[in-house]
């Protein structure tokens, strides 16, 4: 088996990815340098390891179009530990098995197509780590932000796992974001 497969549990010849397997080295450094700059000021050296798990993920899905389980599972394991020591655990299980419904639902309605298992465990950790409004607006920006991808890339396909993960870095480095939109709109 070769090393990329016992690494991220994806075969080698899977769905091509919007970028050639070749760079996904190159996409995770640059990545990497983006998201520890961006998020060193405030969270530090946890900040920097974060960006390195943020920047593999984020060049695993551009490349394959997967987010391995290698990589999102802890992430939701982390994040329910989060939940627990915050007293929202009930909460985040909730819109965790919304979630699960909402993906089984498309799986069962669009089979192959559309958001696939990674999609939806990250967005899990998302809820789970950010709370139900920060997750949203980390979507929203998230999306947002990558939107002139997808519009210069029509007919082509283009993972989610990556405005998912840039939308997450941009509320983990703006904390006040959340609060500050839902304070605007209410």
């Known amino acids: 088996m070769p090393v990329w497969e016992k690494a991220t ?32 000021p405030q969270w530090g050296l946890a900040g920097v390891l974060m960006g390195l798990v943020f920047a593999r993920m984020a060049a695993v899905d551009l490349t394959m179009f997967v987010l391995p389980n290698v990589y999102t599972w802890p992430l939701m394991a982390m994040g329910l530990v989060h939940g627990l020591m915050q007293g929202t655990v009930l909460v985040i299980v909730g819109i965790w098995a919304a979630l699960a419904g909402v993906a089984w639902l498309a799986r069962w309605l669009w089979p192959g197509r559309g958001v696939g298992g990674g999609d939806w465990a990250l967005g899990a950790a998302m809820v789970a780590f950010l709370g139900p409004v920060g ?15 997808a519009f210069a890339r029509p007919q082509a396909m ?29």
């Not at 997750?135 to 991808?149: H, K, T």
């Open 9 to 40: 549990g994806v075969a080698e010849d899977a769905l091509p990815g919007t970028v050639a397997l070749r760079h996904a080295g190159r996409l995770t450094a640059g990545f990497w340098l983006v998201f520890a700059v961006v998020l060193w």
């Open 158 to 186: 283009v993972p989610l796992g990556v405005p998912l993960i840039v939308g997450w870095v941009v509320v983990l480095c703006c904390p006040h974001l959340p609060e500050w939109l839902e304070l605007a709109i209410t």
């Open 135 to 149: 997750a949203c607006v980390a979507v929203a920006v998230g999306v947002l932000l990558w939107l002139p991808v």
